[in-house]
Nanobody, 125 residues
């Protein structure tokens, strides 16, 4: 088991920044690729970004490229999502998740086996 706890969400104005953190405990954190997903009200959970086990490779959904940065610290069992130039459409509950296996994890959310409880990000105009 891997337990994941997100933090850092909140209310921010359009154009502002937030840094989300995800603390992991349990099984060896560095065995897992880590991803961030988000779910807006009435919508499906969508992929945002992911980082491989070693932290040397990342992928992003097109809508956040150049604005969001995912990173990890395997010594601290932590993954972060730095978000800047936030837009109203970034409003959602953000989840971190862990995936074993190949990189990048195939099939989107189904490849991720452990999930955090989510943290709310609200971007106001």
């Amino acid at each position: 088991q891997v337990q994941l706890v997100e933090s850092g969400g909140g209310l921010v104005q359009h154009g502002g920044s937030l840094r989300l953190s995800c603390a992991a405990s349990g099984r060896t954190f560095s065995n897992y690729h880590m991803g961030w997903f988000r779910q807006a009200p009435g919508k499906e959970r969508d992929f945002v970004a992911a980082i491989n086990r070693g932290g040397g490779s990342t992928v992003y959904v097109d809508s956040v490229k150049g604005r969001f940065t995912v990173s990890r610290d395997n010594a601290k069992n932590m993954v972060t999502l730095q978000m800047s130039s936030l837009k109203i459409e970034d409003t959602a509950v953000y989840y971190c998740a862990a995936a074993p296996g190949i990189w990048p994890p195939p099939g989107g959310a189904v490849a991720y086996v452990y999930w955090g409880q989510g943290t709310q990000v609200t971007v106001s105009s």
